[in-house]
């Protein structure tokens, strides 16, 4: 149990261009989602923390107008690059804490996005 | 506060030998600590986690840790290392599981 997949795994984009990421609980409802970003060789940074039908919650420096994030379900959680640059080229990954569990995240396989 | 520091970023062993990855962190109150392999362009998977119960916390692939309060440790083993523990890992402080704290993670060798 407790599986989050993403998708997709790997995208590459133009510069410019937008690019929608899924990530999903698929046995079971995520009262919350998380979007880390990760660059290589380095740890995960948290970007935002998102509750299902509210606004995100976004981590210092992180420009929420660039990376939009929807979670309109609690199964579904969306993180769309707006007008990605290649700065924006990095492994995302995304989490999700079942309600109740206060203390443990399920983290997805992540998605590799290059921008070209 | 909460933070995690990881005293290694490298450690090489022998296929066979012990593994040892040192992980120390700081919390104003009682944490969670976990600990997380990633094998390179892959996702995190959980080895571990303490959660105030048994201090010596037994994980998936004969890891193991113990929570040591008074050291503030939180350190991982493993008797004999497996070419397939090569990886990349992670321990994760959080308290209420709303945050959690990375730190910057060991890489693991392991030399046939």
């Known amino acids: 149990g407790a599986v989050v997949s993403q998708h997709p795994s790997r995208v590459i984009c133009k510069s410019g261009t937008s690019v929608k990421i899924e990530c999903r609980s698929l046995?079971?409802?995520?009262?919350?989602m998380f979007w880390y970003r990760q660059f290589p060789k380095q740890s995960l940074m948290l970007m935002a923390t998102?509750?299902?039908?509210?606004?995100?919650?976004?981590e210092q420096g992180v420009e929420k107008d660039k990376f939009l994030i929807n979670h309109a379900s609690l199964t579904l959680s969306t993180l769309t690059v707006t007008s990605a640059h290649p700065e924006d080229s990095s492994f995302y990954i995304c989490?999700?804490?079942?309600?109740?569990?206060?203390?443990?995240?399920?983290f997805g396989p992540g998605t590799r996005l290059t921008v070209t | 506060a909460q933070s995690v520091t990881q005293l290694d970023s490298h450690v090489s062993v022998s296929e066979g030998t012990p593994v040892l990855l040192r992980c120390n962190y700081s919390?104003?109150?009682?944490?969670?600590l976990f600990w997380y392999v990633q094998h390179p362009n892959k996702g995190l998977q959980l080895l571990l986690k303490?959660?105030?119960?048994?201090?010596l916390v037994k994980g998936i692939n004969g890891f193991e840790a113990e929570f040591k309060k008074s050291e503030t440790s939180f350190h991982l083993t493993k008797p004999s290392a497996h070419m397939s523990d090569a990886a990349e890992y992670f321990c994760?402080?959080?308290?209420?599981?709303?945050?959690?704290?990375f730190g910057t993670g060991t890489s693991l060798t392991v030399i046939p």
């Open positions: 303490y959660t105030s119960a048994a201090t």
């Open positions: 919390s104003s109150y009682s944490p969670s």
């Open positions: 994760v402080v959080s308290v209420g599981g709303n945050q959690f704290y």
């Open positions: 989490s999700a804490r079942q309600g109740g569990e206060a203390y443990e995240q399920y």
């Open positions: 998102s509750n299902e039908g509210s606004k995100a919650t976004y």
């Open positions: 046995d079971f409802q995520a009262t919350t």
